[in-house]
């Protein structure tokens, strides 16, 4: 089985652009998470998707924001870019809930300057 | 809020056991460890659900305290494969799916 796919792997982008992350999940899997690591706040949950429906969402502005298509691949869009953007987003995907084992896909470098 | 995770680095011998803790002040649904390799995602080691039940690695053993809200990864006869950043992830009663990660363990194992 395919693992966690995620694209682009690096982007650069300058403050006020926006940016789309795209995360395909391993098939069967119903459930994408995203999250967004730095080295000085670590994970961060920003939301969970099941079924294209936001089913969890974590403590992030509403510049950031997701959807769920119903082959189950999941997009995270960051408007109005700010220097605090910068960090490796993550995606991880499940069969159907938080509780089943998550799997991690390699993740997206986000510059932003 | 953020569960709490010590130590916050360990250095171990290969062989040496290893205790890496991990506690909340909310209750918890469940824990879920994991590990991070520098420059790789996190890889799933084990979930603890509250009443009891385990899915994890045969390998690696961990416990959680539902009274303490507190669990513990035990690392027995660490391997130099064992080296890197060991996070546990807490779902708190109430707010399942929302996963809220410690800020991580460093282990670094030496021949």
């Known amino acids: 089985k395919a693992g966690v796919t995620q694209t682009p792997r690096y982007l650069i982008k300058t403050r006020g652009q926006q940016v789309t992350l795209s995360c395909s999940p391993i098939?069967?899997?119903?459930?994408v998470s995203w999250y967004q690591q730095t080295p000085g706040q670590g994970l961060q949950f920003l939301f969970e998707?099941?079924?294209?429906?936001?089913?969890n969402k974590g403590n992030f502005p509403g510049r950031f924001s997701g959807r769920q298509f119903s082959n189950s691949r999941s997009e995270m869009n960051v408007s109005t870019l700010e220097l605090g953007d910068s960090a490796l987003y993550l995606c991880?995907?499940?069969?159907?809930?938080?509780?089943?084992?998550?799997?991690f896909g390699p993740g997206t470098r986000l510059t932003v300057l | 809020q953020q569960p709490v995770q010590s130590p916050q680095a360990v250095i171990l011998r290969e062989g040496e056991d290893a205790v890496i803790n991990c506690s909340s002040s909310?209750?918890?649904?469940?824990v879920h460890w994991y590990r991070q390799k520098h420059g790789e995602a996190p890889v799933f080691l084990m979930i603890l659900l509250k009443g009891g039940e385990q899915k994890g690695h045969e390998k690696i053993s961990a416990s959680f305290n539902e009274k303490k809200q507190q669990s513990s990864l035990y690392l027995t006869a660490s391997q130099l494969s064992y080296s890197g950043t060991y996070f546990c992830?807490?779902?708190?009663?109430?707010?399942?799916?929302?996963?809220?990660f410690g800020k991580g363990t460093k282990l670094s194992v030496k021949p």
């Open positions: 998707y099941f079924s294209e429906t936001q089913r």
């Open positions: 992830g807490t779902e708190r009663e109430g707010s399942q799916g929302n996963l809220i």
């Open positions: 909310k209750a918890l649904y469940s």
């Open positions: 098939s069967g899997h119903r459930s």
């Open positions: 991880a995907s499940s069969q159907v809930s938080s509780t089943d084992t998550q799997y």
